[in-house]
């Protein structure tokens, strides 16, 4: 008897924060749950944030939050679904031995400049705080951020529109035969 290999996938956001992953993951999720794919959001800032419970900003915390977004998304992918899984996920390591697991992996590098990320700041003043050396344990300022040396698209967001970078992630999708 012959197994065939589920649809499912993956899609991984990674960048720094404030770079605009959960944006663009919650409009891409929404929009394959209204074309009829079940889709699964897991985002480090929205309803999956508990996975992200007793861990810290040290680099073996960064690549438990891979592991354990990546159990999900696995999971979610075998049996069907998508999981637009956005997370910092700030170790290229890592997040090389998560696309070697799950094999239908889409990762998606969501860059912005640091005066973008200031400007998005808000009232969190991260960036801010981090570089007035008032925060420590900041992926971009003081703690490595690297950037995913195969990333299957690169979205500069603060050059392109939600929409055009909604776009180009569905046009990746096809041209790798992950959604017809």
Known sequence: MELQQSPGFVIWLTGMKKAGKTTLATQRAQRLALAGRPAQLLDEDGEAKFLLEGLGGA??????????????????????????????????????????????????????RMETLLQRDGKEALYRKALASELQGVAGVDLP???????????????????????????VLVDGKYIT
């Open 59 to 112: 680099k073996d915390d960064h690549a438990a939050v891979v592991k354990r977004f990546g159990y999900v998304g696995r999971a979610v992918a075998r049996s069907g679904g998508i999981a637009v899984c956005a997370a910092l996920s700030p170790y290229r390591d890592a997040r090389e031995a998560l696309r070697k697991d799950v094999r239908r992996f889409v990762e998606i590098f969501v860059d912005a």
């Open 145 to 171: 951020y690297e950037p995913p040396a195969h990333a299957e698209l690169v979205l500069p967001t603060d050059g392109e529109t939600v929409e055009s970078c909604l776009t180009r992630i569905f046009q």
